[in-house]
Antibody, heavy 121, light 103 residues
Framework: EVQLVQSGAEVKKPGESLRISCKGS????????ISWVRQMPGKGLEWMGR????????NYSPSFQGHVTISADKSISTAYLQWSSLKASDTAMYYC??????????????WGQGTLVTVSS | EIVLTQSPATLSLSPGERATLSCRAS??????LAWYQQKPGQAPRLLIY???NRATGIPARFSGSGSGTDFTLTISSLEPEDFAVYYC?????FGPGTKVDIK
């Protein structure tokens, strides 16, 4: 069974750093890209970026480039999303999702349960 | 950058009724569009990909159609568990969502 299991909820102060994780199981982790998706309270879904775990190649949405870092450790089948300096506006639910590609597009076929990040002074 | 627009924002229907949700792209995306369902407190779930292909385990009452710029998700007869928010997606862009709620 394919599973993506994310790390638990976090409460942080503005300016603090944070790394959340997403561990894949039940499939070959290096055969599928992983994306991160943000959902702010009461809002819709925003694609942040993606990583190829086989070589750690990344793409970012222009909206998130420079604000977050996506990484992966294929030896433990885990992808990460990290911030060096959190802002209150980073408060949101963050989902990891597995990508699958068709001929010329990609979709998200399995999702983690989400990690709630709260940033408040 | 492609922009996806969904309508209506909210659809109020009763169980057993047919739901028709629309997604429009700002430029042609051929048939490369997906639909997701999200229930409160849950992660999204892939329903339809490449405009009309049901994902694994998705009931036949869900169907997708369209190409180019106009796409439709149809739920033929609403079950109680279908009341949720539905998003369309093309590559790195999601639509704003349509909420299907109980009339």
């Amino acid at each position: 069974e394919v599973q993506l299991v994310q790390s638990g909820a976090e409460v942080k102060k503005p300016g603090e750093s944070l790394r959340i994780s997403c561990k894949g199981s039940g499939y070959s982790f290096t055969s599928y890209w992983i994306s991160w998706v943000r959902q702010m309270p009461g809002k819709g879904l925003e694609w942040m970026g993606r990583i190829d775990p086989s070589d750690s190649y990344t793409n970012y949405s222009p909206s998130f480039q420079g604000h977050v870092t996506i990484s992966a450790d294929k030896s433990i089948s885990t992808a990460y999303l990290q911030w060096s300096s959190l802002k209150a506006s980073d408060t949101a639910m963050y989902y990891c999702a597995r990508l699958f590609f068709t001929l010329t597009s990609y979709y998200f076929d399995y999702w983690g349960q989400g990690t709630l990040v709260t940033v408040s002074s | 950058e492609i922009v996806l627009t969904q309508s209506p924002a909210t659809l109020s229907l009763s169980p057993g009724e047919r739901a028709t949700l629309s997604c429009r792209a700002s430029q042609s995306v051929s048939s490369y569009l997906a639909w997701y369902q999200q229930k409160p407190g849950q992660a999204p779930r892939l329903l339809i990909y490449d405009a009309s292909n049901r994902a694994t385990g998705i009931p036949a009452r869900f169907s997708g159609s369209g190409s180019g710029t106009d796409f439709t998700l149809t739920i033929s007869s609403l079950e109680p568990e279908d009341f949720a928010v539905y998003y369309c997606q093309q590559s790195g862009t999601f639509g704003p969502g349509t909420k299907v709620d109980i009339k």
